[in-house]
């Protein structure tokens, strides 16, 4: 007969004890055969029945696997369960055990923890023992819960494991730079966006592993990359919802980037994620601030043009090649900032007022301001009213800029609403009124001459693919004035 134990009941030794508990944690599973070990699961893994020892004969009879869940069955109590079974049932619990779910363990062996090495490398816990499954003493056994669903048990996987004042500002941990590399933070984020699961290669192991990357963000940073190696959270960050999912990470790993120059998160063996945590006014906050943050290049560059950066400030004069150099991390230019601002003497040699095709103006959704695409009459925002109806759309300017010295070319900067009303002296309504002869008169205003443009420069990074070169002050020049400001470089 066993006998139904809490977590805070537990002791060393006991024996016929069942535990019913929510998972919150679940690590890859690894799979060994003699002295080979695996690495397990739906993403990579071999079967135990397809691995063979060196005369060729098939381990499935022999072949172990080991699997850790961190459980958790009151608001305080939590405490890691190690199981080992036959490599084919390993890879059965890899496939059928998710975080959330609820689980009955019986007959488990309690043993104390001494945070040695399996400690080490397990998430963090309440608890000062841990469980041991082991399924080839009898009547041990882990399995869904018996008695279906358990409303308090599954509440479980939203209530925090740390507070929201234990947690690091996004901003703090860029700052830190490889300072920080190595060590484990606590984090509150909304989730930014979601890429694709994709196979990577791993050269040093000679293996192919599951990846994806996640962008994050808070008040204080507009986004940081979060990496997921863990098979159980690449399947789990498909629940999860841009600018919608809030997600409190207990112990992630920060790692500064060579190539990225910048500091990102990565999610180990110690890590405990808790999805949408219950604590209603500071997810509230996060999810406000999340909508008003621009996504898109072109609310970007509205934003800067809209009075965030004064013009008058910007006074470091930059040729088109020490821009792209800074922009772009080479030569003696290399730099960790997201963005700089730069006054550069420059020819306009594009200018797309007229002719067909060209793009001057865009749209945005009258109920929320976001970005509209030429080719779709609908809001794309889902909770937005112009999502199944199409919605009245406010106009702005939205041009392409090509800016040209003596040292190259800056291609596809972005000229957009006020700033540009300002330099072509005419609002958007003027500007539709105008005749193609007219337009192409305002064109010839700029193009060819040499002008003053003063620049914010969003440089490309591990969350922002394409660099941004937004134009926030265009005036022509005199010719003593760029006389003495042009640079030989």
């Known amino acids: 007969m066993l006998t139904v134990k809490k977590i805070v009941q537990l002791s060393e030794g006991m024996e016929n004890i069942a535990l019913v508990a929510v998972v919150i944690a679940k690590s890859d599973s690894r799979l060994f055969s003699g002295s080979l070990a695996r690495s397990g699961g739906r993403y990579g893994v071999k079967a135990a029945s397809e691995e063979t020892c060196t005369d060729g004969a098939t381990t499935a009879s022999t072949a172990r696997g080991v699997l850790t869940l961190t459980l958790r069955d009151s608001e305080r109590d939590t405490i890691n369960c190690t199981v080992w079974a036959a490599a084919d049932v390993i890879v059965r619990y890899d496939e059928t055990i998710s975080i959330g779910d609820v689980l009955d363990v019986q007959k488990p062996q309690v043993t104390a923890s001494f945070y040695g090495r399996s400690e080490q490398y397990s998430p963090r816990v309440t608890s000062p023992f841990s469980l041991t499954v082991n399924e080839q003493a009898a009547g041990n056994q882990i399995a869904h819960h018996a008695g279906g669903s358990d409303p308090y048990l599954s509440s479980l996987i939203r209530i925090p494991l740390v507070r929201p004042e234990e947690t690091i500002p996004l901003a703090d941990l860029v700052a830190s730079g490889p300072g920080c590399s190595g060590e484990t933070f606590h984090v509150l984020a909304v989730v930014r966006s979601v890429r694709p699961a994709r196979q990577i290669r791993i050269a040093r192991r000679n293996e192919t592993r599951a990846f994806r990357e996640v962008v994050v963000m808070d008040q204080s940073h507009s986004g940081v990359l979060l990496k997921l190696w863990s098979a159980a959270y690449i399947r789990w960050a498909d629940r999860w919802h841009p600018l919608a999912t809030v997600l409190l990470i207990a112990d992630a790993r920060a790692e500064y980037s060579e190539y990225h120059r910048s500091v990102g998160l990565t999610i180990d063996r110690k890590t405990i994620i808790i999805q949408d945590p219950n604590v209603p006014q500071v997810v509230e906050r996060l999810l406000r ?199 030989v470089y």
Not at 378 to 395: I, M, N, Q, T, V
Not at 422 to 433: H, K, N, S
Not at 450 to 469: D, E, G, M, P, Y
Request: charged share 25%; net charge neutral; proline share 5%.
């Open 289 to 487: 601030h999340a909508k008003d943050v621009p996504m898109q290049s072109v609310d970007v560059a509205c934003s800067l043009s809209s009075g965030t950066i004064d013009p008058a400030t910007i006074n470091t004069v930059m040729t088109v090649q020490q821009i792209l150099d800074r922009s772009g991390g080479t030569g003696s230019q290399i730099t960790e900032e997201d963005q700089f601002t730069a006054l550069c003497y420059a020819v306009i040699t594009r200018l797309d007022l007229d002719g067909p095709g060209s793009r001057t103006i865009s749209h945005r959704c009258s109920h929320c301001q976001t970005f509209v695409a030429r080719q779709s009459p609908f809001c794309p925002k889902e909770d937005c009213p112009g999502y199944r109806a199409p919605p009245a759309l406010d106009s702005f300017f939205d041009l392409t800029v090509d800016l040209t010295d003596h040292t190259g070319t800056l291609v596809g900067c972005r000229m957009v609403s006020a700033v540009a009303e300002t330099v072509l002296r005419c609002d958007v309504t003027t500007f539709e009124r105008k005749t193609e002869q007219q337009r192409t008169a305002l064109k010839w205003m700029y193009l060819l001459d040499r002008c003053a443009v003063r620049l914010v420069v969003k440089r490309r990074t591990a969350t922002r693919f394409q660099q941004l070169f937004s134009i926030v002050g265009c005036t022509l020049v005199d010719p003593l004035e760029l006389e003495s400001k042009l640079k």
